[in-house]
């Protein structure tokens, strides 16, 4: 099978190359970035999901598409680079697939498409998303929905993962780790909301799940790994794994907030990309409980369990630093 990943170079698609080239013999992998891979430039090809000449010359041959490219960072400017990769990306990437006979597609979207604070949505939860990401996101799916409508014998699979974190990963949740690891940790809030989160190693073998198992129909599944841990469990896992006793201070939320808007205005005023904001204290404090029951009653097992993906992504990143020769910027 050969198979096209469109924004292969970065974190997800490195890994998901990786997990693919372990089957050579069933998975020929194509990656198509605006970036150079780190560990798999021999299969690369450079180009822009914008771009339908490129695309279509990049998919020929193709028997599934998986689509990662998306600008998917708190602070995209301007806003409207959003919806030109993630929205009219999708389009090109359709027109591309029909004209190359392709009619397989797996699209990484986001449980963004939810919002914050919402009550454990499932996939049938209606989409109420509160940032440019997740509308951009949601207003691709709807175009995927328009689009097998008139394609009713084409094969599509969206998987809406909560935020993944794993090696050489340098997240929101890598930031959280090394804030919490580093002993000087300010918990905003009394600790108590829950962080949704997927270890990549699972994600990419649910993909691999999907290519093998899902071959028509359209579906959707939410991707997070169970049980949800909160953030005090979180911290106590973290002192367990790197052997040292972590105090942490809670703040109250308006404290956190008054804080996060100063920093807004400083990033304002110095026209500078700062860590802290306004947004992501929200997303701090938010709980994160989304339904994955739909993807763990698949059939689906995944290889990791939530704590062994944490022990592996700390070991790696705080007690072998050394190891770090490459690294992936991402939310």
Same mark, same amino acid.
């Given at each position: 099978?050969?198979?096209?990943?469109?924004?292969?170079?970065?974190?997800?698609?490195? @890994?998901?190359?990786?997990?693919?080239?372990?089957?050579?013999?069933?998975?020929? =992998?194509?990656?198509?970035?605006?970036?150079?891979?780190? +560990?798999?430039?021999?299969?690369?090809?450079?180009? !822009?999901?914008?771009?339908? !000449?490129?695309?279509?010359?990049?998919?020929?041959?193709?028997?599934?598409?998986?689509?990662?490219?998306?600008?998917?960072?708190?602070?995209?400017?301007?806003?409207?680079?959003?919806?030109?990769?993630?929205?009219?990306?999708?389009?090109?990437?359709?027109?591309?697939?029909?004209?190359?006979?392709?009619?397989?597609?797996? &699209? +990484?979207?986001?449980?963004?498409?939810?919002?914050? /604070?919402?009550?454990?949505?499932?996939?049938?939860?209606?989409?109420?998303?509160? /940032?440019?990401?997740?509308?951009?996101? #949601?207003?691709?799916?709807?175009?995927?929905?328009?689009w097998y409508k008139t394609h009713p014998e084409w094969n599509i699979n969206i998987v809406r993962p909560t935020v993944i974190f794993g090696e050489r990963n340098r997240g929101n949740v890598y930031n959280?780790?090394?804030?919490?690891?580093?002993?000087?940790?300010?918990?905003?809030?009394?600790?108590?909301?829950?962080?949704?989160?997927?270890?990549?190693?699972?994600?990419?073998?649910?993909?691999?799940?999907?290519?093998? /198992?899902?071959?028509?129909?359209?579906?959707?599944?939410?991707?997070? !790994?169970?049980?949800?841990?909160?953030?005090?469990?979180?911290?106590?896992?973290?002192?367990?794994?790197?052997?040292?006793?972590?105090?942490?201070?809670? &703040?109250?939320? #308006?404290?956190?907030?008054?804080?996060?808007?100063?920093?807004?205005?400083?990033?304002?005023?110095?026209?500078?990309?700062?860590?802290?904001?306004?947004?992501?204290?929200?997303?701090? =404090?938010?709980?994160?409980?989304?339904?994955?029951?739909?993807?763990?009653?698949?059939?689906?097992?995944?290889?990791?369990?939530?704590?062994?993906?944490?022990? @592996?992504?700390?070991?790696?990143e705080f007690l072998h630093p050394e190891s770090h020769d490459v690294i992936f910027l991402s939310e």
């Amino acid at each position: 099978m050969k198979i096209a990943i469109i924004g292969g170079s970065g974190f997800v698609g490195t @890994r998901l190359i990786e997990h693919l080239s372990k089957d050579g013999k069933n998975y020929e =992998c194509n990656n198509i970035d605006l970036l150079p891979s780190h +560990f798999y430039n021999n299969i690369t090809t450079i180009g !822009d999901v914008r771009n339908l !000449d490129q695309m279509q010359t990049s998919l020929k041959g193709m028997d599934l598409v998986i689509l990662l490219a998306a600008q998917h960072r708190d602070d995209v400017t301007p806003t409207s680079l959003y919806y030109d990769t993630n929205v009219n990306g999708m389009k090109v990437t359709l027109q591309a697939m029909e004209r190359n006979g392709i009619k397989r597609m797996i &699209f +990484f979207s986001s449980v963004a498409i939810y919002g914050i /604070n919402k009550p454990n949505p499932d996939e049938s939860f209606p989409a109420n998303p509160f /940032n440019h990401y997740g509308k951009s996101k #949601w207003q691709a799916e709807e175009v995927l929905q328009k689009w097998y409508k008139t394609h009713p014998e084409w094969n599509i699979n969206i998987v809406r993962p909560t935020v993944i974190f794993g090696e050489r990963n340098r997240g929101n949740v890598y930031n959280l780790l090394k804030q919490i690891s580093s002993g000087k940790f300010l918990m905003v809030g009394n600790g108590k909301n829950h962080k949704s989160m997927a270890y990549v190693g699972n994600v990419v073998a649910f993909v691999k799940f999907l290519i093998d /198992n899902l071959t028509s129909g359209y579906h959707v599944f939410n991707y997070i !790994d169970k049980p949800d841990k909160d953030m005090n469990s979180l911290v106590k896992t973290i002192s367990k794994v790197l052997n040292k006793k972590i105090p942490s201070t809670h &703040f109250p939320y #308006w404290m956190g907030m008054l804080g996060g808007y100063g920093f807004d205005v400083l990033a304002k005023i110095t026209g500078k990309k700062l860590p802290i904001s306004s947004v992501r204290v929200k997303k701090f =404090c938010a709980t994160t409980d989304f339904d994955a029951t739909k993807a763990h009653s698949s059939g689906f097992v995944p290889p990791y369990t939530i704590d062994e993906g944490l022990k @592996r992504t700390l070991e790696f990143e705080f007690l072998h630093p050394e190891s770090h020769d490459v690294i992936f910027l991402s939310e």
